[in-house]
Each structure stands twice: as C-alpha cells, then as structure tokens.
C-alpha cells in the first residue's frame, strides 16, 4: 500500500496529514499528487466523497512553498472555483488544516456576505483563494483583486458550473489568469460542453478518473415507496418518528426536494408534526445555511431537507438515510444525491418515493443505476 511520505510530499504536509489522522492516499491521491507535483496540467473525473480536494491541495500546498514568492498585492497564488458556497467554505476549511505548518495564507469569498469584508481580506493578497465564480467577478470589476499572480488554478466540480450557468464566468476568468499557470480540472461527469471547457484550460493534461459512478450505489441499499403526491409528507413523517419502519438505523436524515419552495413546505410541515428539520438552498442566505449544515453534522438537528444544488459536494459524515422526498428530473442527479450516504466506505440506506407523474423519471433513474429499487 502507498503512503503520502511515498507520493513525494513533504514534511510540513505529512505531519498535518498526521494531525488530521489520514492514513492511506485514496486511489485519486494516489493518481493524481504525483503528476501536480511535477507541475502537470491535469484533468480529474471523480465524484465528491472520493478524497479530491486533499488530491489537488496537499501536492498545491508544496508547489506554491517551492516556488516561495511573495504574495501578490490584490491578487492570489492559487486559485480554487467552486459553484456553490458551500463547498467553497469546506475547500478553503480543508486548505487551512493541510497548510497550517506551511504558513500560507488561505481566503474564502462567496456570494451572500458582505463585499465591502472581502474586499478588505483581499487588500494585502492570499496564497490560496478559493471562491464561487460571481462573487470573484464582482470583486474583479470593482477593481479590488486580479488575477496576474496566479500560478495555480483549480475548477472544482466543473459540470456542476456549468449547470448553474458560470460557463462565460470561467471563460472570462481564463482568459485574464496567467498563461503559464498550472491548471487542475474536476468533474464528476464528462459531457461534450465540459471536454471543449477542458481543451480551453488545460495544456496536454494528465488524466486521472476513479470508479465510475455505480460502485457508491454498490454499498447503498436502495428502497421505492409508490405513493400518492399529497400523501408523500405524512408517510415522510411516519418514517421520521418510526410509526413506518424501514431498514436501517435512522440517525441523520438528508430530504431531497426539487424545489426551494418544496423544501421550505416540507420543513413547515415536519414542523408541525413536531420533527425539528432545517432546509439549505439558494435563497438562504450565507449563515443560515452554514448554521443548518453544522446543526446536522452535530447531530443537533438530524433531519436537512436540500436542493441539488446546495447539496452538491458538501462532506457530511454518517448520514444514514437519504431520501429521495422527490425524485429528480435527471437521473445522473439521483446517483449524486444518494451518494450523500455510504461515505468514506460506509454502508447507506436510500428511499425514494415516486408518485404517479414521476414514473418517467424512476425509469430513467432505473436505466443509469441498473438498480432495480426494492420495494
């Protein structure tokens, strides 16, 4: 078995390794530290959960104390994008704990806080940036940061970017980043759009990709309820106060609904039953939804209703059930969402509920898992 001190890291970075108690490199580390230490260009297919943010960081961390330049005024060194705001606050959380014996300087800037608060972080420079594509804009319109000291650009779930629009985002971006910079590209999927993005950024890269997407579903037991529209919130609430068993402990409970609207009704409901729930989506503003997602992990408030988007790459260990409240209307999104359980090699349990008018769906969902759903 490999370990990191084999990958060719160094000192600082392992003994942080050491500190957060990470063993063995998972098979994207392995693949990919080696290559961004020898300051490749590289392209990564693979789902979250699988240890990516550590394969481009930790060998990044050593790349930027080797080359040891100053940090550039209003400008960064390494810059990472991220399409929501919270897996931005989570890669910049992950940078902090791996740099610490480097001494680099790590920012997080995200839409829904305060500009003026950014702009002043960003005065003096950062070794290490990372930030959702429109609020790194707006900063670079308004003059308070450029791009010129970049030396290392990462695009983290690049697919997801794309769904949420960013694409002219990211092509400005590129185009105003230091040509001989070192490019790292990640996506969980690889439509034609993001192979034309990668041949845009990426100079001659190395390809890494890890286990395609069934073997998370492999661990996961996957159950259908068929269910009438307006009986979905009372069996959801026979579940959560376990008057309708199903398999499984039930500790933390992740609700997916499709809409930020349905989210809000599923938590106004539960409420009403008495089952305490908090929902995270796009119209929440910045500490709301951070304060929701720390109440979950604690356990404080086990049940988090979520929309695709704002669920997208955020890590939250032991999440026993998710459940699919409604099912999406593209069957890659499922493989996604039940991928929220089952982490770092755990079993999960996932339930989907399917009313008449989503047959289609679970028929499309059915095609892509090759999962028959256990009634």
Not at 110 to 118: F, L, P, Q, R
Request: overall charge positive; glycine content about 6%; hydrophobic content about 40%.
């Amino acid at each position: 078995m490999t370990t990191f001190a084999e990958l060719g890291l160094s000192q600082p970075v392992l003994q942080a390794l050491d500190m957060k108690g990470y063993t063995p490199p998972t098979p994207i580390q392995e693949q990919a530290i080696p290559a961004v230490l020898k300051g490749r260009d590289l392209l990564g297919i693979a789902q979250t959960g699988t240890g990516k943010t550590a394969a481009f960081m930790l060998p990044s961390i050593d790349r930027l104390r080797e080359s040891d330049k100053q940090i550039p005024f209003k400008s960064c060194r390494m810059l990472v994008l991220a399409p929501t705001r919270e897996l931005a606050v989570q890669i910049a959380d992950s940078a902090k704990d791996y740099g610490a014996l480097a001494v680099l300087k790590v920012q997080c800037i995200v839409g829904g806080t305060s500009v003026g608060k950014d702009r002043n972080k960003l005065h003096r420079g950062t070794d290490i940036l990372v930030a959702t594509p429109g609020r790194l804009l707006d900063l670079i319109d308004q003059k308070a940061l450029n791009l010129n000291g970049i030396e290392v650009l990462v695009l983290d779930e690049a697919d997801q970017m794309l769904d949420l629009g960013f694409i002219h985002a990211l092509r400005k971006i590129r185009d105003i980043t230091p040509k001989d910079r070192q490019t790292l590209f990640f996506s969980a999927t690889m439509p034609k759009a993001i192979k034309e993005l990668v041949s845009g950024f990426c100079n001659n890269p190395v390809q890494v990709s890890v286990t395609p997407q069934s073997t998370t579903a492999e661990r996961i037991d996957q159950y259908l309820f068929m269910v009438q529209q307006d009986e979905k919130l009372s069996l959801l609430e026979m579940i959560l106060k376990g008057r309708h068993t199903v398999p499984g402990a039930i500790e933390r409970v992740l609700i997916f609904a499709r809409t930020k609207h349905g989210a809000d009704r599923v938590v106004k409901r539960l409420a009403q039953a008495g089952i305490e729930a908090n929902a995270i989506h796009g119209n929440k503003s910045q500490p709301q939804r951070q304060r929701a997602l720390d109440e979950f992990r604690k356990g404080r408030v086990p049940v988090l209703i979520a929309t695709d988007v704002a669920a997208r790459g955020i890590d939250i260990p032991d999440v026993s059930h998710v459940i699919n409240y409604e099912l999406p209307n593209v069957a890659e999104q499922y493989v996604h969402r039940i991928g929220r359980t089952a982490r770092a090699g755990k079993d999960g349990i996932a339930i989907a509920f399917c009313a008449e008018d989503e047959r289609a769906y679970l028929k499309d969902i059915r095609k892509v898992t090759g999962a028959e759903l256990e009634r």
